[in-house]
């Protein structure tokens, strides 16, 4: 098989992969009730997935560990807040402090919404990017995660009362208008992303993370892609603040805090520093274990009669955090290292069928 | 703002700024050594309280008894941890052991939410340390007056052991290159594992002053304190305790007054933002020694 052939054969595996996987969804959607946990998780899954595939643009593919995040999504989840609650329910929303004049009539559609929270976030990073990518790896660290604290406490106090409700967060955003609409936002979103990857700048951003000295002398200029790196990784952790702000439908400045990055980090980590597929593959699992499948570690367990004193609130997230500490120390990979998932075991196997002798054929 | 109230602030700001101090020499001191932000050691911290409460409340002991074990607990759960989850990743990238120490902080958070529950619980009342004393016109009580002291006590002290004794020599030299160090036939493991003895038991010695005029504890109460103290750290000039100690001090005064301002919503905004700018004008801090790029 040419390569050639090869490329467009795993295209069209991928398309047909992805029509599968639009067809489960459905078939999710068709057999399940609203309050399904499996509708929760995949919906969940997926908003976690968009952002830690945007955190590991930064911190996997250009080796920019940035503790930021929450503050990105933070950004991203109040300007699409503070632009879709509806104009008639505002006076509701902020009952206590009123809105602000040049606030109380606009109201945007959910989309333009999104693209706005999803900007205002990318303008944000270019603005403190400046100065804050020249700093080296563990300052930069502890740089963007100051800096996401200045987001959360600034939102959430009194001088801005009347644009973020202040400590009381806002209520009432628009919910996903149809259960596929996350999906499809965060589908289109990781699409952009793996094209950025496999482009020049993908293979830039790569370099950087090898060696910096080396991509420069390259030729590779460090400032402008470091820069470009941090924004866009930021515009798409803003449009994944906007779905989590759909998706819960009220927040406060609480709702993204510092543990907010940790689990997203770490979800990066399980799926693999520089993977684009572990990290989506590892969001929907890190969901489902916590979200779902672990669940049962907070309910009391009586076994005979007797019951087992392990078992009450808050095991599970013990359990859990112990399981990540397990793949952080003896699974540093996570579950894909930097590899992606691709067709090579179906092509290969195919290539073995072709190159085998077929009776007959040559003998003739 | 009076004279009275100007000394009452001071006092106030330099008190909690020595807590800040006494837990960011345990950063420094880390870092210095192993190149780690040790994310763990606000919870370390937290962790050192809840110890108090089970020892005075749980088991009825007296509190000098309580201290110790305080003290004790607090010192071997950080050697434990540096045990079990840094050390296998010495050889790793600085990388994977700062998400090692993300997942510690992680862990501590949700085991102390298992174990003592997310409600806050009330810390014990050290009658001594609570005592209210009048000095000239302001009055205070014992724990904001001794913990200054305590504070530069333990500051010289832990200098005199670094400059003047053998283990602290080591550490020097480990702090210096590490693996040279190694060849000269320094154990670094037990200079690690001694550093994490003094930075834990410098912890639980904030912990305790840093509670007693408090009243309660709950899982979430050391990340921040802990994010602060590693700011102090910074400021100072990451990996030197002098640096640490005045970053301490300055941190602490800035936050009373802020407070005192009336801002007091603000004032973590201004230690962030102390932090950032502090990062871009001298990156290594005001005592810090300047690292060249190496190819």
Not at chain 1, 181 to 196: A, D, K, N, T
Request: hydrophobic share 55%; proline share 4%.
């Amino acid at each position: 098989m040419t390569e050639q052939k090869k490329h467009k054969l795993s295209i069209l595996l991928s398309i047909f992969g992805v029509v599968v996987l639009a067809a489960a969804l459905f078939g999710v959607y068709a057999t399940t009730s609203s309050s399904d946990m499996l509708r929760t998780v995949l919906q969940l899954g997926a908003i976690y997935a968009l952002v830690a595939v945007s955190m590991n643009l930064l911190n996997g593919f250009t080796g920019l560990f940035s503790l930021g995040q929450a503050g990105f999504m933070a950004l991203g989840a109040y300007v699409f807040a503070i632009f879709t609650i509806p104009t008639a329910q505002r006076p509701g929303v902020y009952y206590l402090y009123g809105v602000a004049d040049w606030l109380a009539n606009i109201e945007l559609p959910i989309i333009p919404a999104l693209i706005l929270a999803g900007l205002i976030c990318a303008l944000m990073a270019a603005i403190i990017g400046a100065p804050v990518l020249r700093l080296k790896s563990d300052y930069f660290a502890i740089a963007t995660l100051g800096f996401a604290e200045i987001v959360r406490i600034v939102v959430g106090s009194s001088p801005m009362n009347r644009i973020t409700n202040g400590s009381l967060g806002l209520k009432l955003i628009p919910k996903f208008p149809s259960f596929f609409f996350p999906f499809i936002v965060v589908g289109i979103c990781i699409f952009i992303v793996w094209l950025l990857i496999n482009s020049s700048y993908g293979r830039a951003f790569k370099a950087i993370r090898e060696d910096e000295i080396a991509a420069e002398a390259m030729g590779i200029n460090l400032a402008k892609h470091k820069q470009m790196s941090f924004i866009i990784s930021s515009f798409f952790g803003g449009i994944g603040g906007a779905l989590m702000a759909m998706y819960m439908g009220a927040i406060t400045s609480t709702t993204f805090n510092v543990t907010l990055t940790y689990n997203i980090l770490l979800i990066v980590v399980i799926g693999g520093m520089g993977s684009l597929t572990g990290s989506i593959l590892s969001s929907f699992i890190v969901i489902a274990a916590r979200e779902w499948w672990l669940r049962f570690l907070d309910q009391p367990l009586w076994i005979a009669g007797v019951q087992i004193p392990l078992f009450k609130t808050g095991f599970r997230m013990v359990v859990f955090s112990i399981i990540l500490m397990i793949v952080v120390l003896f699974f540093r990979k996570g579950i894909m290292g930097t590899k992606e998932f691709n067709w090579n075991f179906i092509l290969k196997r195919l290539d073995q069928k072709e190159k085998a002798p077929v009776g007959g054929e040559g003998n003739e | 703002m009076t004279a009275t109230a100007f000394l009452q602030y001071c006092l106030a700001g330099i008190s909690i700024g020595g807590i800040y101090a006494l837990i960011a020499i345990g950063y420094t001191m880390v870092y210095g050594i192993l190149r780690l932000i040790n994310f763990a050691h606000g919870d370390i911290f937290m962790m050192a309280a809840y110890f108090m409460i089970f020892a005075m409340v749980d088991f009825a002991l007296p509190w000098y008894v309580s201290i110790i074990i305080v003290l004790a607990a607090t010192v071997i759960l950080g050697v434990v941890i540096e045990r079990v989850a840094y050390k296998p990743l010495r050889t790793a990238p600085r990388m994977s052991i700062m998400i090692s120490a993300i997942g510690v902080s992680y862990l501590l958070q949700n085991l102390a939410t298992y174990l003592f529950s997310a409600l806050p619980k009330g810390y014990p009342k050290i009658e001594f340390l609570t005592k209210s004393i009048t000095l000239g016109s302001i009055s205070t009580s014992v724990v904001t007056f001794i913990t200054p002291i305590l504070t530069l006590v333990f500051v010289f002290l832990l200098l005199q052991l670094i400059n003047h004794t053998k283990i602290g020599m080591a550490m020097r030299a480990v702090s210096k290159d590490f693996e040279t160090s190694q060849l000269m036939g320094i154990k670094i493991n037990r200079v690690i594992s001694f550093t994490f003895v003094i930075g834990c038991f410098l912890a639980a010695t904030g912990s305790i002053l840093y509670f007693t005029p408090r009243p309660s504890v709950y899982p979430l109460v050391g990340s921040l304190p802990g994010l602060k103290c590693f700011i102090a750290a910074v400021f100072g000039g990451i990996g030197s305790i002098p640096g640490a100690m005045l970053g301490g001090f300055v941190i602490g005064l800035s936050e009373t007054f802020i407070k005192a301002a009336g801002y007091s919503e603000f004032s973590d905004v201004f230690t962030f933002i102390l932090l950032i700018v502090v990062l871009l004008f001298k990156p290594t801090g005001l005592f810090g020694e300047k690292i060249t790029e190496k190819v």
